[in-house]
């Protein structure tokens, strides 16, 4: 008798030999979607996954502050962790030189403490003559579970050392001079064929780095068609491949019509705002203030393989960094009301003219 095979949906895939969920660097999601991190493990939550293999994300920036270069860091920096070819580009004339500011992964202090924690809870209980035992069992463990970590804490204050890109697939490409994006969407699509998409089997994923596509120094900043065409392309060739592609851009560098096409065209839509230095209003709104950066915004979550939207809790979220160090993501919390000021955002804000209130009679 023949042997039977699993029925699947005509809108499913079989990924019944795809890799374990241990692959460092994946994360299976929901109807055959894969996931590789974003580099802030806060994002990876907030985006429930990661970024999924074959989308395109776009992050809006804020023309006064360069807080996209903290997602786009961390995002490339994840990459040279798990070994995934990258490909970088930048309107400068050395992009490669940017390689040398990305940092270095490192433990939180949170994970630290939680990690000692937890080894001297396990150590009280076991005896102390049993414990030589148990030493060479718990470092192989130890070992391997940070090999298949899926996303790490990146230190802003360390950068890589030079010698980690000697073996590392990393290309740099400078859109300064291209008159043209032709020649630059045919080295996009060398690089994606080397990542191809397999039902099944990720041997390998690519990662693509796009900084301000649409600067005002580059020679195609004027040509909105060309630019909106290369983004159609970009997002089919990703879309066929294991790989995924985040590209900033200046919205207000666009007209209001184009501005709206490449949001339109994004799988994934982020916007970074910097927050003022001494904004009174908004520090008597919201807690932490002193601690935020900046301000991120979610404004569409890719939804690949499905058609139920994602609800989040929250869409915008503060930038912080915990100890100076390693970039957080936090929602916004309302500062409480100080009731003995007798006045409040929700008293303030009636649709009458006079100020005095009045006991309901029902």
């Known amino acids: 008798m023949a042997a039977t095979k699993p029925r699947t949906g005509s809108f499913s895939r079989n990924f019944s030999s795809a890799h374990s969920s241990k692959t460092p660097g994946y994360k299976h999601g929901p109807n055959g979607t894969t996931f590789i991190s974003s580099g802030i493990p806060d994002l990876d939550k907030i985006l429930c996954g990661g970024f999924p293999l074959g989308s395109l994300v776009l992050v809006m920036e804020d023309a006064e502050a360069p807080h996209h270069m903290l997602l786009l860091r961390n995002f490339m920096s994840q990459g040279l962790v798990h070994n995934q070819p990258l490909l970088y580009a930048s309107p400068s004339r050395d992009p490669r030189g ?34 030589k035992y148990f030493g060479d069992d718990q470092e192989s463990t130890n070992a391997i579970d940070s090999k298949y970590e899926f996303c ?20 740099c490409v400078s859109i300064l001079d ?3 994006l032709s020649n630059f969407r045919d080295r996009c699509a060398t690089f994606l064929s080397q990542v191809p998409r397999n039902d099944g089997n990720i041997s390998s ?4 780095a796009i900084q301000s596509l649409c600067a005002p120094q580059c020679d195609h900043s004027n040509m909105e068609w060309e630019m909106l065409s290369f983004l159609r392309y970009l997002k089919s060739m990703v879309r066929s491949s294991n790989a995924v592609a985040v590209v ?14 490449w949001q339109h065209m994004a799988d994934t839509l982020l916007s970074v705002r910097a927050i003022p230095d001494e904004d009174k209003e908004l520090a008597k709104l919201l807690t932490g203030y002193q601690d935020m950066v900046g301000l991120l915004n979610v404004h569409k979550v890719a939804q690949i393989n ?16 915990q100890k100076r160090r390693y970039l957080v993501l936090e929602c916004l919390n309302q500062a409480p009301i100080d009731v003995s000021s007798g006045s409040s955002y929700g008293s303030t804000g009636s649709c009458s003219g006079s100020s005095k209130t009045a006991s309901l009679e029902f």
Do not use: C, M
Not at 205 to 208: K, L, P
Not at 306 to 318: D, H, N, R, Y
């Open 248 to 261: 900033t851009f200046p919205p207000s560098l666009l007209s209001p019509s184009f501005s709206k096409r």
């Open 178 to 180: 291209s008159s043209s």
């Open 152 to 171: 790490n804490d990146f230190d802003l204050r360390r950068p890589f050392d030079r010698h980690f890109f000697s073996g590392k697939h990393v290309e």
């Open 205 to 208: 994923a690519g990662r693509i």
């Open 98 to 131: 940017f390689l040398g500011t990305l940092p270095s992964p490192g433990a939180s202090k949170d994970d630290k403490s939680r990690d000692n924690s937890s080894e001297q809870e396990k150590g009280l209980r076991i005896a102390w003559q049993y414990k």
């Open 306 to 321: 499905t058609q139920v939207p994602k609800i989040l809790e929250a869409t915008t979220f503060s930038i912080k960094l």
